[in-house]
T-cell receptor, first 113, second 110 residues
């Protein structure tokens, strides 16, 4: 039972390159989230999804796109990476009945040069 | 606007001393408040929530609506309590979104 798995765990990009972070959960959770963690800023919500085929913007959505084609997967895409997107990205999931308890992945550290 | 503020970036105490991690929030409705913890090399995880009114690992937190605070307390800190602590808020009709504070790093020295 892996819980929430993120790939890759580390990545270095050049400005302008694109990439996709994959989040997979095996708990049959309806809700999934992408957060970014920056020093002194805490965790900020980028995008989230309340079910398969749905996505919604969070607090800091600009520069990112997401897709939830399958219930267990939530993809975060950077079309043209910028140095400001250097961060640690966390995926999380929760049951619809208890959205206060988020189950987090281990994080993906992204550096944009 | 919803906001969660943790005024201390770093809190350093000695083993056995009391500890209080401060959390203040701004929300006009009826919020749910949570504390999450991230130990070194572990995933961020839920520590406790105000509606449970329970003590986890010796930690308690009381929601004070008058002062809009949800401080985390422990009477006797242990070295294994050293971690990053995040206060979080969920508002009614917010569709499951949690708003996190900036986090406080707790360091318990021997």
């Amino acid at each position: 039972n892996a819980g929430v798995t993120q790939t890759p765990k580390f990545r270095v990009l050049k400005t302008g390159q694109s990439m996709t972070l994959l989040c997979a959960q095996d708990m049959n959770h309806e809700y999934m989230y992408w957060y970014r963690q920056d020093p002194g800023m805490g965790l900020r919500l980028i995008h989230y999804s309340v079910g398969e085929g749905t996505t919604a913007k969070g607090e800091v959505p600009d520069g990112y796109n997401v897709s939830r084609l399958k219930k267990q997967n939530f993809l975060l895409g950077l079309e043209s990476a910028a140095p400001s997107q250097t961060s640690v990205y966390f995926c999380a999931s929760s049951r619809a009945q208890d959205t206060g308890e988020l189950f987090f992945g281990e994080g993906s550290r992204l550096t944009v040069l | 606007a919803q906001r969660v503020t943790q005024p201390e970036k770093l809190l350093s105490v000695f083993k056995g001393a009391p500890v209080e991690l401060k959390c203040n929030y701004s929300y006009s409705g009826s919020p749910e408040l949570f504390w999450y913890v991230q130990y070194s090399r572990q995933r961020l995880q839920l520590l406790l929530r105000h509606i449970s009114r329970e003590s986890i690992k010796g930690f308690t937190a009381d929601l004070n609506k008058g002062e809009t605070s949800f401080h985390l307390k422990k009477p006797f800190a242990q070295e294994e309590d050293s971690a990053m602590y995040y206060c979080a808020l969920s508002g009614d009709n917010q569709g499951g979104k949690l708003i996190f504070g900036q986090g406080t790093e707790l360091s318990v020295k021997p």
